[in-house]
Protein backbone atom coordinates (compact mmCIF):
# COMPACT_ATOMS: atom_id res chain seq x y z
CA UNK A 1 0.00 0.00 0.00
CA UNK A 2 1.66 3.15 -0.92
CA UNK A 3 0.59 6.38 0.42
CA UNK A 4 -0.54 9.55 -2.30
CA UNK A 5 0.98 12.54 -1.45
CA UNK A 6 -2.14 14.99 -1.27
CA UNK A 7 -0.54 18.24 -0.93
CA UNK A 8 1.12 17.31 -4.30
CA UNK A 9 -1.91 15.17 -6.34
CA UNK A 10 -3.48 16.89 -9.11
CA UNK A 11 -6.65 15.87 -7.82
CA UNK A 12 -6.42 17.41 -4.07
CA UNK A 13 -9.28 19.76 -4.47
CA UNK A 14 -11.28 16.91 -6.07
CA UNK A 15 -10.62 14.25 -3.59
CA UNK A 16 -11.46 17.01 -0.54
CA UNK A 17 -14.73 18.30 -2.19
CA UNK A 18 -16.12 14.67 -2.09
CA UNK A 19 -15.44 13.98 1.06
CA UNK A 20 -18.27 15.30 2.88
CA UNK A 21 -20.77 13.93 0.02
CA UNK A 22 -23.90 11.38 1.38
CA UNK A 23 -22.82 9.82 -2.10
CA UNK A 24 -19.65 10.40 -3.40
CA UNK A 25 -19.46 7.79 -6.05
CA UNK A 26 -20.39 8.12 -9.84
CA UNK A 27 -22.05 4.94 -11.84
CA UNK A 28 -21.30 4.64 -15.82
CA UNK A 29 -23.15 1.61 -17.81
CA UNK A 30 -21.98 0.84 -21.20
CA UNK A 31 -21.37 -1.60 -23.64
CA UNK A 32 -17.93 -3.46 -23.75
CA UNK A 33 -16.83 -4.47 -27.28
CA UNK A 34 -15.63 -7.94 -26.74
CA UNK A 35 -13.54 -8.64 -30.18
CA UNK A 36 -13.53 -12.46 -31.11
CA UNK A 37 -13.39 -13.71 -26.97
CA UNK A 38 -16.05 -15.74 -27.01
CA UNK A 39 -15.31 -17.43 -30.30
CA UNK A 40 -11.57 -18.01 -29.57
CA UNK A 41 -12.60 -19.05 -25.17
CA UNK A 42 -15.20 -21.31 -26.96
CA UNK A 43 -12.58 -22.59 -29.13
CA UNK A 44 -10.41 -23.03 -26.55
CA UNK A 45 -12.62 -24.67 -24.42
CA UNK A 46 -12.64 -22.18 -21.67
CA UNK A 47 -14.44 -20.16 -19.65
CA UNK A 48 -15.70 -17.05 -21.41
CA UNK A 49 -16.44 -15.30 -17.88
CA UNK A 50 -13.61 -16.25 -16.45
CA UNK A 51 -11.49 -15.16 -19.86
CA UNK A 52 -13.44 -11.60 -19.43
CA UNK A 53 -12.42 -11.70 -16.21
CA UNK A 54 -8.77 -12.80 -16.52
CA UNK A 55 -8.68 -9.42 -18.80
CA UNK A 56 -9.98 -7.53 -15.97
CA UNK A 57 -7.63 -8.24 -13.60
CA UNK A 58 -4.93 -7.51 -16.22
CA UNK A 59 -6.38 -3.84 -16.77
CA UNK A 60 -6.67 -3.65 -13.52
CA UNK A 61 -3.16 -3.94 -13.45
CA UNK A 62 -2.25 -1.41 -15.75
CA UNK A 63 -4.19 1.35 -14.46
CA UNK A 64 -3.46 2.65 -11.40
CA UNK A 65 -6.27 4.83 -10.99
CA UNK A 66 -8.71 2.01 -10.54
CA UNK A 67 -6.36 0.82 -7.36
CA UNK A 68 -6.50 4.26 -5.61
CA UNK A 69 -8.41 3.66 -2.34
CA UNK A 70 -9.49 5.86 0.90
CA UNK A 71 -7.98 5.02 4.20
CA UNK A 72 -8.42 6.34 7.23
CA UNK A 73 -9.98 9.43 5.26
CA UNK A 74 -6.21 9.76 3.02
CA UNK A 75 -5.78 8.29 -0.77
CA UNK A 76 -3.70 5.48 -1.25
CA UNK A 77 -2.96 3.36 -4.29
CA UNK A 78 -2.77 -0.28 -3.72
CA UNK A 79 -0.23 -1.99 -5.69
CA UNK A 80 -1.98 -4.84 -6.35
CA UNK A 81 -6.28 -6.28 -5.88
CA UNK A 82 -7.93 -9.46 -6.22
CA UNK A 83 -11.09 -9.63 -8.06
CA UNK A 84 -13.82 -10.49 -4.59
CA UNK A 85 -16.89 -12.24 -7.65
CA UNK A 86 -19.80 -13.45 -6.88
CA UNK A 87 -20.87 -17.04 -8.13
CA UNK A 88 -24.19 -18.63 -7.64
CA UNK A 89 -24.66 -21.96 -5.62
CA UNK A 90 -27.12 -24.76 -6.85
CA UNK A 91 -29.87 -23.98 -5.20
CA UNK A 92 -29.30 -20.09 -6.65
CA UNK A 93 -28.14 -17.93 -3.86
CA UNK A 94 -24.52 -16.29 -4.59
CA UNK A 95 -21.48 -16.57 -2.94
CA UNK A 96 -18.34 -14.27 -2.58
CA UNK A 97 -15.36 -15.84 -4.62
CA UNK A 98 -12.05 -14.38 -4.28
CA UNK A 99 -10.13 -15.05 -8.12
CA UNK A 100 -6.80 -16.11 -8.65
CA UNK A 101 -3.91 -13.56 -9.18
CA UNK A 102 -1.96 -15.45 -11.72
CA UNK A 103 -0.81 -13.61 -15.24
CA UNK A 104 -1.77 -17.15 -17.18
CA UNK A 105 -5.28 -17.29 -18.24
CA UNK A 106 -5.29 -21.16 -17.78
CA UNK A 107 -3.67 -20.83 -14.06
CA UNK A 108 -5.88 -17.95 -13.54
CA UNK A 109 -8.81 -20.15 -14.00
CA UNK A 110 -7.28 -23.60 -12.45
CA UNK A 111 -6.64 -21.10 -9.05
CA UNK A 112 -10.24 -19.44 -9.70
CA UNK A 113 -12.03 -23.09 -9.91
CA UNK A 114 -10.51 -24.17 -6.75
CA UNK A 115 -11.46 -20.73 -4.97
CA UNK A 116 -14.41 -20.96 -6.34
CA UNK A 117 -15.54 -25.13 -5.17
CA UNK A 118 -14.54 -24.23 -1.58
CA UNK A 119 -16.24 -20.51 -1.75
CA UNK A 120 -19.59 -22.61 -2.77
CA UNK A 121 -19.41 -24.68 -0.16
CA UNK A 122 -19.05 -22.02 2.66
CA UNK A 123 -21.84 -20.57 4.10
CA UNK A 124 -22.58 -16.37 3.12
CA UNK A 125 -20.46 -15.12 5.99
CA UNK A 126 -17.66 -18.03 5.79
CA UNK A 127 -13.92 -17.37 6.38
CA UNK A 128 -12.81 -16.61 2.75
CA UNK A 129 -15.33 -13.75 2.66
CA UNK A 130 -14.79 -12.24 6.47
CA UNK A 131 -11.00 -13.23 5.87
CA UNK A 132 -11.11 -10.41 2.81
CA UNK A 133 -13.83 -8.34 3.84
CA UNK A 134 -12.19 -5.52 5.41
CA UNK A 135 -9.57 -5.48 2.83
CA UNK A 136 -8.89 -2.59 0.43
CA UNK A 137 -6.87 -4.43 -2.25
CA UNK A 138 -10.15 -5.38 -3.82
CA UNK A 139 -12.77 -4.86 -6.51
CA UNK A 140 -16.15 -6.16 -6.20
CA UNK A 141 -17.45 -7.82 -9.02
CA UNK A 142 -20.58 -9.15 -9.98
CA UNK A 143 -22.26 -11.74 -13.12
CA UNK A 144 -25.59 -11.25 -14.37
CA UNK A 145 -25.99 -13.60 -16.98
CA UNK A 146 -29.22 -13.53 -17.73
CA UNK A 147 -30.17 -10.60 -18.96
CA UNK A 148 -28.94 -7.25 -20.58
CA UNK A 149 -29.09 -4.20 -18.79
CA UNK A 150 -28.83 -0.04 -19.31
CA UNK A 151 -28.25 1.07 -15.74
CA UNK A 152 -27.40 -0.15 -12.27
CA UNK A 153 -27.97 0.37 -9.08
CA UNK A 154 -25.72 -0.62 -6.38
CA UNK A 155 -27.19 -1.67 -2.71
CA UNK A 156 -25.51 0.60 -0.13
CA UNK A 157 -25.15 1.06 4.02
CA UNK A 158 -23.65 3.70 6.20
CA UNK A 159 -19.91 3.45 6.84
CA UNK A 160 -16.59 4.55 5.67
CA UNK A 161 -16.32 4.64 1.72
CA UNK A 162 -13.28 2.61 0.72
CA UNK A 163 -13.15 3.72 -2.71
CA UNK A 164 -13.49 0.26 -3.93
CA UNK A 165 -14.73 -0.15 -7.73
CA UNK A 166 -17.54 -2.24 -7.76
CA UNK A 167 -18.09 -4.00 -11.74
CA UNK A 168 -21.34 -5.77 -12.85
CA UNK A 169 -21.29 -7.77 -16.17
CA UNK A 170 -24.67 -9.01 -17.85
CA UNK A 171 -25.53 -10.80 -20.77
CA UNK A 172 -23.32 -11.19 -24.13
CA UNK A 173 -25.33 -9.77 -26.54
CA UNK A 174 -23.97 -12.04 -29.33
CA UNK A 175 -25.50 -10.40 -32.51
CA UNK A 176 -23.51 -6.99 -31.40
CA UNK A 177 -20.11 -9.13 -30.08
CA UNK A 178 -20.85 -6.75 -26.73
CA UNK A 179 -21.38 -7.53 -22.90
CA UNK A 180 -23.21 -5.18 -20.91
CA UNK A 181 -20.67 -3.25 -17.97
CA UNK A 182 -21.40 -0.81 -15.00
CA UNK A 183 -18.39 0.51 -13.31
CA UNK A 184 -18.95 2.30 -10.03
CA UNK A 185 -16.06 4.62 -8.56
CA UNK A 186 -15.81 7.05 -5.97
CA UNK A 187 -15.52 10.33 -7.41
CA UNK A 188 -12.96 11.78 -5.12
CA UNK A 189 -10.45 9.44 -6.69
CA UNK A 190 -11.33 9.22 -10.45
CA UNK A 191 -13.64 10.65 -13.57
CA UNK A 192 -15.56 9.49 -16.25
CA UNK A 193 -12.24 10.45 -18.20
CA UNK A 194 -10.56 7.90 -16.11
CA UNK A 195 -13.55 5.55 -16.72
CA UNK A 196 -12.50 5.62 -20.53
CA UNK A 197 -8.78 5.02 -20.41
CA UNK A 198 -9.92 1.87 -18.46
CA UNK A 199 -12.03 0.63 -20.99
CA UNK A 200 -9.84 1.02 -23.42
CA UNK A 201 -7.35 -1.01 -21.40
CA UNK A 202 -9.27 -3.44 -20.89
CA UNK A 203 -10.40 -3.64 -24.61
CA UNK A 204 -6.59 -3.73 -25.63
CA UNK A 205 -6.37 -6.79 -23.17
CA UNK A 206 -9.40 -8.76 -24.57
CA UNK A 207 -7.94 -7.99 -28.10
CA UNK A 208 -4.77 -9.10 -26.44
CA UNK A 209 -6.23 -12.20 -24.72
CA UNK A 210 -7.87 -13.28 -28.13
CA UNK A 211 -4.18 -12.99 -29.93
CA UNK A 212 -2.62 -15.15 -27.25
CA UNK A 213 -5.32 -18.34 -27.70
CA UNK A 214 -5.47 -17.49 -31.13
CA UNK A 215 -1.54 -18.55 -31.30
CA UNK A 216 -1.78 -21.21 -28.81
CA UNK A 217 -4.01 -22.98 -30.99
CA UNK A 218 -2.11 -22.75 -34.37
CA UNK A 219 1.17 -24.26 -32.40
CA UNK A 220 -0.95 -26.93 -31.19
CA UNK A 221 -2.13 -27.61 -34.77
CA UNK A 222 1.15 -27.57 -36.74
Not at 76 to 100: G, H, P, Q, W
Not at 158 to 179: M, V
Amino acid sequence: MKKIALTSWERKEHFEFYQDFADPNFNITTNLNIHSLYFSASQADLSFTYCYLYCLARAIEQCDFMRYRIVDKCPVEAESVTISSTFLKSDNTFRFVTLSESKNVHEFIKQSENNKSIALEQPLMGDMFLANSHSVEQVYVSILPWFQFSSFKHASHDGDNLGIPKIIFGKLNEDKNSLPVSIEVHHGLVDGYHISLFLDEFHRQIIALCSYLEEEKNFYQQ
